[in-house]
Every structure is written in C-alpha cells, then in structure tokens.
C-alpha cells in the first residue's frame, strides 16, 4: 500500500498535516479486528479507514493526544494525497543489467 500525506481540518480550526506510515494501516488492521463486531477491512469502511490511519499518524507524530472516537467529534474533513509510484524499467529477458 502506497504512503500518503494526510491533511486533516479539525472543528477548532486547526489543520494538521502529516505523512503516514505501514505502522498506521498495520493499526487499522489490528484494532478493527478487535472491535465487536469487527469493522471489517478498507473496503467495507473506507471512511473509517481513512480516519483512523489519519488519528494514528497524527497521533504517533504527536499531534492529537485524544482517543480516536473524541477524534471523530473534532474532524471536519480529511484529505489524502497518496504518493506517484515511479514505474522501474523492466529487468533485462537475458539476465543482464
């Protein structure tokens, strides 16, 4: 999964910015399992997907100190920008470089 810069609009008027990181979608994964009953994965909840990967990146960078559920009172709207991935040229059919 690509990393993305996260910019998110909080209620008090602040904006936060962040990058995340494997660590934060591995966060997801691991709490949504958890839950009863569990979330499910991204494609059964895009949204709160989007907004705990950008609770738990925010959070690790210490920008929010709050449970995610209080996080969800105080986000207006969350943006992702996700990274290019940078085609590589393909490997050489004779097995040189």
């Known amino acids: 999964m690509k990393s993305a810069t996260i910019t998110a609009s909080m209620t008090d008027g602040r904006t936060l910015t962040a990058r995340t990181v ?25 949204a709160r997907w989007e907004s705990f990967v950008t609770w738990s990146a925010l959070k690790r960078l210490g920008q929010v100190d ?9 986000v207006e ?10 085609p590589t ?6 097995g040189s470089s």
């Open 89 to 94: 040229s393909p490997a050489s059919s004779d």
């Open 22 to 46: 494997m660590r934060d979608m591995i966060s997801y994964e691991m709490t949504a399992k958890k839950q009863r009953p569990p979330w499910g994965s991204i494609s059964e909840n895009p």
């Open 77 to 86: 709207e969350i943006e992702f920008d996700f990274d290019d991935v940078v």
């Open 66 to 74: 709050i449970p995610y559920e209080q996080f969800l009172d105080e």
